[in-house]
């Protein structure tokens, strides 16, 4: 049985994942500098029907927290994590730390507690704390599979931005759609049944199906690739680039949300196309995988 402590509940000695804890938590952090939110000028582009969303960095805010993110070490943050970023442990091998420089408020990282490389294929500790993670705040769940991947940083982490934030990936609804034309990108998708995302041990084998049948399997780490997940799909995106026309992305812009760093990266978006961007970085546009 566990007990209540103020507004998070531990059950033994650990703090469990609640929504009212991770606020909490990102209040504290707020006032005490330890969270620093990134400031961006935001707007809404469409590359053909496919609506996205542009964000641009701004660099004028007093806050400093843009160039303290541009500049921030490289040194790994999560050994030892910012204990002001801490919000509870999921399952028995990761925390729940909060992104020390969002961009949408809520922004949830599930860290593994040791050091594991992020090229490393997911595995079923990794799916046990996504689920309990979703159980509580449903959301959309990202990976990035290395520095080509957009991976900022090399241990091992998984990310979750809560609908309660009160974002919605533009691409949302073609994300949903079973053969969807309009995103050419290569990708593979897998429709959940409404008891899959709850069941750590068929998500596994779901997603090591995805890497299979896009041949990134090798001896040793994956090829590089994005991963979203929501309680209704998973889309997996192989990559082949980094970055296009000095343009990097992660796997949000695969879901129609693209940060750049100024306005001349957004107009060259709008110049070659979101859609195209995309395609380039994902090794072409073929669409779903046959």
């Not at 925390?95 to 992020?118: A, M, W």
């Not at 309680?231 to 992305?249: H, M, T």
């Amino acid at each position: 049985m566990g007990r209540a402590l103020g507004n998070s509940f531990v059950e033994g000695e650990r703090t469990v994942l609640t929504l009212l804890n991770a606020q909490t938590v990102a209040d504290e952090a707020l006032r005490s500098g330890a969270l620093c939110p990134l400031t961006t000028r935001r707007f809404e582009s469409a590359d053909g029907e496919l609506p996205f969303e542009i964000r641009i960095l701004d660099r004028t805010k007093e806050r400093g927290c843009s160039k303290t993110f541009e500049n921030r070490p490289r040194a790994n943050p999560f050994l030892p994590y910012d204990p002001a970023l801490y919000v509870s442990h999921v399952g028995e091998s990761h925390v729940c730390l909060l992104n020390k420089y969002p961009i949408i408020n809520g922004h949830l990282l599930l860290v593994t507690s040791e050091f594991r490389d992020q090229r490393e294929a997911l595995d079923l500790d990794d799916f046990t704390a996504l689920v309990q993670a979703l159980r509580v705040a449903d959301g959309l769940v990202f990976y990035n599979s290395g520095r080509i991947a957009g991976a900022s940083q090399q241990h091992k982490h998984l990310q979750l931005v809560p609908w309660a934030a009160g974002w919605r990936p533009p691409l949302e609804r073609w994300l949903e759609q079973e053969d969807c034309q309009e995103l050419t990108f290569r990708h593979l998708r897998r429709q959940l049944e409404p008891d899959d995302w709850e069941d750590e041990s068929r998500l596994l084998s779901h997603y090591l199906g995805l890497l299979d049948e896009a041949k990134l399997t090798t001896d040793s780490f994956p090829l590089p690739y994005n991963l979203l997940m929501t309680r209704r799909y998973l889309v997996l995106i192989p990559r082949s680039k980094e970055s296009f026309v000095g343009i990097s992305v992660n796997a949000l812009g695969f879901c129609g949300a693209l940060l750049v760093f100024s306005d001349d990266q957004a107009a060259r978006i709008e110049s070659v196309g979101a859609m195209q961007v995309l395609a380039r970085l994902a090794g072409g546009s073929v669409g779903l995988f046959s």
